[in-house]
């Protein structure tokens, strides 16, 4: 089928494809309330090195590395029990036992945290996500607390200083699930296939007419 046979069934059996269009739509909203909503609590924190560098990019460098070792140390489930205990109003249920279901345990606090360094910088955003904002705040505060008093254990350079530079933010909103992005997926993939259901049929159609012509 040529590029323009395509074009003049798209175009006739365009209501097929808005159809499709909206069906992937709502279907993408639907799904996206399969999990729980959660809050985004966020703080920052800011990763010195008191070395005599060589030049300002040199400690810049050396501060941006350390930072995202930090970032890696966030994930690790020594690091967790670090903020289990930091005396934070953290609801430790929520996590599964070490003892019986540790693997789940690490995935559930894998997917609870995330952690990301500014280019260039010493600068390391953390962000706690969960269904109460109340429990993200608590949580991102205990890890800014953990970092900002034992962060330099966790790194090979000497002299680190980790100073929390942003109180933790909570989203007025939740932000995970992306709703929005869910339904814009939904919506474009339900077209292509859409597009792609009125094209076969079209095609299967014309070839049983010329076989049918032919006999």
Excluded: C
């Excluded at 399969?34 to 985004?40: D, G, H, I, T």
């Amino acid at each position: 089928m040529t590029s323009h046979r395509i074009t003049t069934v798209l175009t006739r059996y365009k209501t097929t494809v808005l159809l499709f269009a909206v069906a992937g739509l709502l279907l993408g909203t639907v799904l996206s309330f399969v999990r729980p909503l959660e809050y985004r609590a966020s703080t920052r924190l800011l990763i010195t090195q008191g070395t005599l560098s060589a030049d300002a990019y040199t400690a810049s460098r050396s501060a941006e590395r350390i930072a995202d070792d930090l970032a890696q140390i966030v994930f690790t489930s020594t690091f967790f029990e670090q903020v289990m205990d930091a005396g934070y109003n953290i609801d430790k249920d929520q996590f599964p036992p070490e003892e019986t279901q540790g693997a789940k345990r690490r995935k559930k606090w894998s997917r609870t945290v995330g952690a990301s360094v500014t280019r260039g910088t010493g600068l390391l955003t953390v962000s706690v996500f969960h269904k109460d904002p109340k429990q993200a705040r608590q949580i991102a505060e205990a890890i800014s607390f953990v970092l900002t008093q034992r962060g330099w254990q966790y790194t090979s350079g000497k002299d680190i200083t980790v100073r929390q530079v942003d109180a933790s933010l909570v989203t007025k909103y939740p932000v995970r699930p992306n709703i929005p992005a869910n339904a814009f997926v939904g919506l474009v993939l339900g077209a292509l296939v859409g597009g792609v259901f009125v094209v076969v049929r079209a095609d299967q159609e014309e070839r049983r007419g010329r076989f049918m012509h032919r006999s």
